[in-house]
């Protein structure tokens, strides 16, 4: 069997159980949910509607971009002022 769509994870959404196209060997088929295992041993669940024994064409997998992490640059010119002394039990 072949997986028609890559399947990706609910909860870490940057990890990918198997790709589309994917060779994969059903262990356990329940109607609506099929355990399979990938060619490294890897076991998952997957609907048994994105399995398929047709072959699939590929498209190249997405590009991602990441943004560079820049730091905000503090502002200039106004400082912090001390807290008056007649203030400071103000709050405590």
């Known amino acids: 069997m072949r997986l028609s769509r890559t399947i990706k994870s609910s ?10 196209g994917e060779e994969v060997k059903v262990i356990r088929d329940d109607g609506t949910v099929s355990i399979v295992e990938n060619s490294t041993g890897f076991r998952y669940s997957v609907r048994s509607e994105f399995l398929t024994t047709d072959l699939i064409e590929v498209s190249p997998p997405e590009v991602v971009i990441e ?18 002394l007649n203030q400071q039990n103000l709050f405590k």
Do not use: L, R, S
């Not at 909860?11 to 589309?20: E, H, L, R, S």
């Open 11 to 20: 909860v870490k959404g940057d990890f990918i159980y198997g790709n589309a």
């Open 67 to 84: 943004k560079p992490n820049i730091k905000p640059v503090p502002a200039k010119g106004k400082k912090i002022q001390p807290v008056p």
